[in-house]
């Protein structure tokens, strides 16, 4: 793929990127591999059984991350009908097509946000990093929190 | 001079820098390009276009957040750019000023990201750029902030490139330095500093500072501007 820029950064010697002469202007330009993962997680706001996505707000990379990925699996805070999304399928972020998992996981995002439901949750942000300064403070940590219920999250 | 004043100061500067009715971005980590977008447009820039790594186009937040990527940078926006919408605007020549970060900058105008060090063997590895290295040589002009000015931070030569190109101007605690002639040079010192305390901060040779101007000390409209705009002082965070 053709990407703008990077003539002066020292990224495209240190990644071996190449370049290729646009047939249409002549100029040299950088091309980089697509890239392709395996997998991408995506936690959205509400999906229905097959698979249909909504984001509220912004998306970030969702949308990119969903087409370059060879699987997609959705976690959604909420699990609505697909006559949802047949009323505004403008709203549908990932089509049912690219997904190969739906898991319902309300709250989902904590820590961090899932705007406009929860924001970020600073103290427990504070609390993990405090708890991951060494191996079996992290374990304990993450242990308390797999055990706690959804709603003390 | 406090922290906070000098802070206030920078944020003022990099308002000043802002023209009416431009495209202006920021990314993350990019607590005093929030606040001084916000300023520009409530004072001299009110038709600026203000987007954001949060994808929202012209928000009017009931509150500056603690992070520059906090969906609270959508609250009030007339629409979602989201981020393969903005680089791609900046590919195209779309975006007049993009705020980029920098762990070193040099004498040619050069920012890193990457490393300190070697690459392959750093003394530190950094969170990368980000996509600095499209975004700079294609927005329309860069300004660096950085609240940190030590021979450490401003090099002859950084470490690793990670980007470089349209770089205007860097606005740092002691001075505001402006690209000419393929080299950067001061443009102004602070009021609280001096030249001999530039030049000693600073790991290159600036030249002759005799005939630099003092930067004008925020006015008593940029600081009311300022306070209205960021009363919880989230710009504080990025001395800390």
């Given at each position: 793929?053709?990407?703008?820029?990077?003539?002066?950064?020292?990224?495209?010697?240190?990644?071996?990127?190449?370049?290729?002469?646009?047939?249409y202007t002549g100029q040299e330009v950088y091309v980089v591999?697509?890239?392709?993962?395996?997998?991408?997680?995506?936690?959205?706001?509400?999906?229905?059984?097959?698979?249909?996505?909504?984001?509220?707000?912004?998306?970030?990379?969702?949308?990119?991350?969903?087409?370059?990925?060879?699987?997609?699996?959705?976690?959604?805070?909420?699990?609505?009908?697909?006559?949802?999304?047949?009323?505004?399928?403008?709203?549908?972020?990932?089509?049912?097509f690219l997904v190969a998992a739906v898991v319902h996981a309300?709250?989902?995002?904590?820590?961090?946000?899932?705007?406009?439901?929860?924001?970020?949750?600073?103290?427990?942000?504070?609390?993990?990093?405090?708890?991951?300064?060494?191996?079996?403070?992290?374990?304990?940590?993450?242990?308390?929190?797999?055990?706690?219920?959804?709603?003390?999250? | 001079?406090?922290?906070?004043?000098?802070?206030?100061?920078?944020?003022?500067?990099?308002?000043?820098?802002?023209?009416?009715?431009?495209?202006?971005?920021?990314?993350?980590?990019?607590?005093?390009?929030?606040?001084?977008?916000?300023?520009?447009?409530?004072?001299?820039?009110?038709?600026?276009?203000?987007?954001?790594?949060?994808?929202?186009?012209?928000?009017?937040?009931?509150?500056?957040?603690?992070?520059?990527?906090?969906?609270?940078?959508?609250?009030?926006?007339?629409?979602?750019?989201?981020?393969?919408?903005?680089?791609?605007?900046?590919?195209?020549?779309?975006?007049?000023?993009?705020?980029?970060?920098?762990?070193?900058?040099?004498?040619?105008?050069?920012?890193?990201?990457?490393?300190?060090?070697?690459?392959?063997?750093?003394?530190?590895?950094?969170?990368?750029?980000?996509?600095?290295?499209?975004?700079?040589?294609?927005?329309?002009?860069?300004?660096?902030?950085?609240?940190?000015?030590?021979?450490?931070?401003?090099?002859?030569?950084?470490?690793?490139?990670?980007?470089?190109?349209?770089?205007?101007?860097?606005?740092?605690?002691?001075?505001?330095?402006?690209?000419?002639?393929?080299?950067?040079?001061?443009?102004?010192?602070?009021?609280?500093?001096?030249?001999?305390?530039?030049?000693?901060?600073?790991?290159?040779?600036?030249?002759?500072?005799?005939?630099?101007?003092?930067?004008?000390?925020?006015?008593?409209?940029?600081?009311?501007?300022?306070?209205?705009?960021?009363?919880?002082?989230?710009?504080?965070?990025?001395?800390?």
């Amino acid at each position: 793929m053709p990407v703008a820029g990077l003539f002066g950064s020292d990224i495209p010697a240190q990644s071996g990127l190449k370049t290729v002469r646009d047939p249409y202007t002549g100029q040299e330009v950088y091309v980089v591999p697509a890239l392709r993962p395996d997998w991408a997680v995506l936690h959205v706001h509400e999906a229905d059984a097959q698979g249909n996505a909504r984001v509220y707000g912004s998306p970030f990379w969702d949308r990119t991350m969903s087409r370059a990925a060879r699987q997609v699996i959705v976690t959604a805070e909420r699990i609505v009908d697909t006559a949802a999304f047949q009323r505004q399928p403008e709203l549908t972020l990932v089509p049912h097509f690219l997904v190969a998992a739906v898991v319902h996981a309300p709250r989902g995002a904590w820590p961090a946000a899932c705007y406009p439901d929860y924001e970020v949750d600073h103290a427990a942000v504070r609390a993990y990093l405090a708890a991951s300064r060494d191996p079996a403070g992290l374990r304990a940590h993450l242990a308390a929190a797999d055990g706690a219920p959804v709603a003390a999250r | 001079m406090s922290d906070a004043a000098v802070v206030d100061l920078m944020a003022v500067c990099l308002a000043r820098l802002l023209r009416d009715g431009e495209r202006v971005l920021h990314g993350v980590s990019s607590l005093l390009p929030m606040v001084a977008v916000n300023v520009a447009k409530r004072l001299h820039a009110p038709n600026l276009v203000y987007l954001s790594v949060a994808g929202g186009v012209d928000p009017s937040p009931p509150r500056l957040p603690w992070s520059s990527t906090d969906q609270t940078l959508t609250v009030g926006a007339t629409a979602i750019f989201a981020n393969e919408d903005f680089y791609d605007l900046c590919a195209r020549g779309g975006i007049d000023v993009v705020f980029l970060g920098a762990a070193q900058v040099d004498r040619a105008g050069r920012i890193n990201t990457s490393a300190i060090g070697e690459y392959d063997r750093p003394k530190v590895r950094l969170p990368g750029g980000g996509g600095a290295a499209a975004i700079m040589p294609t927005a329309g002009r860069i300004v660096v902030w950085r609240t940190q000015h030590t021979p450490r931070v401003f090099v002859e030569r950084v470490d690793f490139a990670t980007a470089s190109g349209r770089l205007d101007r860097v606005v740092t605690p002691l001075c505001v330095l402006r690209m000419a002639d393929g080299q950067l040079r001061v443009e102004s010192i602070h009021p609280h500093t001096s030249a001999a305390e530039v030049q000693a901060q600073t790991g290159f040779d600036l030249g002759a500072l005799t005939a630099v101007p003092r930067t004008p000390p925020p006015s008593a409209t940029e600081l009311a501007a300022l306070a209205a705009v960021d009363p919880e002082r989230v710009r504080d965070h990025e001395f800390r």
